[in-house]
């Protein structure tokens, strides 16, 4: 069963946070991605409740949670706090973090501040800072998939939606991605409910204009930034990384040179899986997911 809770954070905002399973197991923390919201992990909590303390939070920006409208309030360093504040909210000492997209993205960067209570990370497609930002700029076909961002970060994006309306919104997110049937109903009813809240389109699209990646236009030729030329930490906890092969939007290309920038890795590649794979491929993810978290 799954019980939602507001919890005010020290970082300033309001989350609104699933929670499922028996706070007495293990916890683990799951963060989704653009453009979604903890729904993220419909077919996954049910797998895992029984032996996980599960929460899931919809971000800052996003569906139920507060939703500042400035850029600098989604900096990497404050979503990051974010993950740590809403562990300190709930009394969590350790726990285990499980990110897609975007959810994965930050937890990457959780995982480089090397703090204590995080102990385990689960990637669910979402790139490597390192590897992205080099593939963005020496990948022909990663730059090209990647151009959208560029979409984004326009101050008339929130224009170009109001002209289309949110149900042509919806087709153009996830058609690319995945047969719309598998979607029900219901689910993209929320999703639209979510995306027209007062604000909340704004919010969604500032976790791209607050990031400081270079996604240079095709034909376009631009050195490697600075901070990608010094010495890069590794990451040192247990990580899992589950990969859908059919990703559209990150390439397969994601994957090359993870072992150099992680100690301890694991992968699992899911061949016919895009990239929502959480909830795509709910019974592959959480397989994979699963013995990973008890160990």
Do not use: C
Request: net charge negative; aromatic share 10%; glycine share 6%.
């Amino acid at each position: 069963m799954t019980d939602f809770r507001k919890l005010a954070l020290s970082t300033g905002v309001t989350l609104n946070v699933a929670l499922a399973g028996d706070p007495g197991n293990p916890p683990v923390i799951l963060l989704h991605g653009f453009p979604e919201s903890h729904r993220t992990w419909r077919e996954i909590a049910p797998r895992l409740q029984d032996n996980f303390f599960l929460v899931m939070p919809d971000q800052r920006g996003f569906a139920g949670s507060d939703r500042p409208q400035e850029v600098e309030a989604y900096a990497t360093d404050t979503l990051i706090d974010d993950i740590f504040a809403l562990a300190d909210a709930l009394g969590l000492e350790r726990f285990a973090l499980v990110g897609h997209d975007w959810g994965g993205a930050i937890s990457w960067a959780a995982a480089l501040r090397t703090d204590p209570r995080l102990t385990r990370l689960a990637i669910v497609n979402a790139p490597h800072p390192v590897i992205f930002q080099k593939s963005l700029i020496e990948d022909r076909e990663q730059r090209a998939a990647s151009q959208y961002i560029s979409a984004f970060r326009s101050k008339m994006f929130e224009k170009a939606v109001e002209g289309m309306g949110y149900e042509a919104l919806f087709e153009k997110s996830f058609s690319r991605h995945v047969d719309l049937a598998l979607i029900p109903e219901a689910e993209k009813q929320q999703y639209i409910i979510d995306w027209s809240q007062p604000g909340a389109m704004t919010a969604m699209l500032n976790w791209y204009r607050a990031s400081k990646l270079m996604v240079p236009p095709p034909g376009v030729t631009l050195p490697l930034p600075q901070w990608l030329l010094g010495a890069f930490s590794k990451v040192q906890i247990p990580t899992l990384v589950i990969w859908g092969m059919k990703d559209k939007a990150l390439l397969p290309t994601q994957l090359d040179g993870l072992d150099a920038l992680v100690e301890d890795l694991t992968g699992v590649r899911l061949p016919n899986v895009g990239h929502f794979a959480p909830w795509e491929a709910g019974d592959e993810v959480s397989r994979a997911l699963e013995p990973f978290l008890e160990a």
